[in-house]
């Protein structure tokens, strides 16, 4: 019996030596570990920043996929004046002359009247300032576990955080997500993200409307050249009802591919005539 007792005296002597000696490494680790919610923070503000430095134009492949399964990929090209942009496919086949007619003429419309595209450029720099807002509120509006990681790319699982009061209706259907985004731990740069609608969205209390539970979105940006990230995918699926019981259906898809950086300065009618050559694909550029 004695025997037995000092055993078991040294097993857990050892293992108290073992304890002592490895939590120290461990709490090395997980100190060096940054706080998720941190790193969040630090890759919204590079972000915001990059985007508000940024002021290059490029063409790119623009794959748009509509209502009743229907697609359309155009070519665009990005000017001070707006995006101006060319059809190339519709469901998969060239346009007929009589259509590549008509978008030629579409074309020539926006050179002689450039008015039109400043007033899409307004919509979008809306857009813009909207998507900015969100982007800061994202730190404070959710709370962040770490996931798996790949190379220079870290997951992060993020739920709403209870102690987030929105305030608008964009917040609130922001708030009401949960998801998984990816950022480079490298160059400070949101990849992915990705999310799910965790309850009912309910405005002016149902009687503005509501989006119902289950509605997703996902976007993905691209470093297509170095120092440069684009939108790649946007892929929003939501459905719900407005004022009056009118159905609201939020569905966008779309991919962008083939950029191509242009010159900063590069007029609408430059814009048009480097379109009129672009060549349709054989094929979509997704597999």
Same mark, same amino acid.
């Given at each position: 019996?004695?025997?037995?007792?000092?055993?078991?005296?040294?097993?857990?002597?050892?293992? /108290?030596?073992?304890?002592?000696?490895?939590?120290?490494?461990?709490?090395?680790?997980?100190?060096?570990?940054?706080?998720?919610?941190? /790193?969040?923070?630090? &890759?919204?503000?590079?972000?915001?920043?990059?985007?508000? %430095?940024?002021?290059?134009?490029?063409?790119?492949?623009?794959?748009?996929?509509?209502?009743?399964?229907?697609?359309? &990929?155009?070519?665009?090209?990005?000017?001070?004046?707006?995006?101006?942009?060319? *059809?190339?496919?519709? @469901?998969?086949?060239?346009?007929t002359p009589i259509?590549?007619?008509?978008?030629?003429?579409?074309?020539?419309? =926006?050179?002689?009247?450039?008015?039109?595209?400043?007033?899409?450029?307004?919509?979008?720099?809306?857009?813009?300032?909207?998507?900015?807002?969100?982007?800061?509120?994202?730190?404070?509006?959710?709370?962040?576990?770490?996931?798996?990681?790949?190379?220079?790319?870290? %997951?992060?699982?993020?739920?709403?955080?209870? @102690?987030?009061?929105?305030? @608008?209706?964009?917040?609130? &259907?922001?708030?009401?997500?949960?998801?998984?985004?990816?950022?480079?731990?490298? %160059?400070?740069?949101?990849?992915e993200i990705s999310?799910? /609608?965790?309850?009912?969205?309910?405005?002016?209390?149902?009687?503005?409307?509501?989006?119902?539970?289950?509605?997703?979105?996902?976007?993905?940006?691209?470093?297509?050249?170095?120092?440069?990230?684009?939108?790649t995918v946007l892929?929003?699926?939501? @459905?719900?009802?407005?004022?009056?019981?009118?159905?609201?259906?939020?569905?966008?898809?779309?991919?962008?591919?083939?950029?191509?950086?242009? *010159?900063?300065?590069?007029?609408?009618?430059?814009?048009?005539?480097? =379109?009129?050559?672009? &060549?349709?694909?054989?094929?979509?550029?997704?597999?």
């Open positions: 019996m004695a025997r037995v007792l000092i055993c078991r005296k040294l097993m857990i002597a050892r293992s /108290l030596t073992i304890l002592l000696f490895v939590c120290p490494f461990l709490g090395a680790a997980q100190s060096s570990q940054e706080v998720p919610g941190e /790193l969040v923070r630090r &890759v919204v503000q590079n972000e915001l920043r990059a985007e508000e %430095q940024d002021h290059s134009h490029w063409m790119f492949r623009l794959e748009t996929e509509k209502k009743n399964a229907q697609t359309e &990929v155009d070519e665009v090209i990005e000017t001070k004046d707006g995006d101006l942009k060319r *059809p190339l496919l519709f @469901n998969g086949r060239e346009l259509e590549q007619q008509e978008s030629d003429k579409r074309l020539e419309q =926006l050179v002689q009247n450039p008015a039109v595209l400043r007033k899409s450029l307004k919509d979008e720099n809306q857009d813009n300032a909207r998507s900015q807002r969100l982007l800061k509120m994202l730190p404070d509006a959710f709370l962040f576990n770490y996931g798996e990681q790949r190379g220079d790319l870290v %997951q992060l699982s993020f739920r709403p955080n209870p @102690n987030f009061h929105p305030r @608008n209706h964009e917040a609130q &259907v922001f708030h009401a997500m949960q998801g998984v985004l990816w950022v480079d731990n490298k %160059q400070n740069r949101l990849a999310g799910q /609608l965790i309850d009912e969205v309910r405005f002016g209390g149902g009687l503005l409307g509501h989006l119902n539970k289950g509605g997703t979105f996902d976007v993905k940006q691209t470093m297509v050249s170095p120092g440069y990230w684009e939108l892929n929003v699926q939501m @459905n719900g009802k407005a004022l009056f019981f009118k159905t609201i259906s939020v569905k966008e898809k779309y991919f962008r591919t083939e950029f191509k950086r242009v *010159p900063d300065d590069l007029t609408v009618a430059e814009a048009a005539e480097m =379109l009129r050559k672009e &060549v349709a694909p054989q094929r979509t550029n997704r597999p």
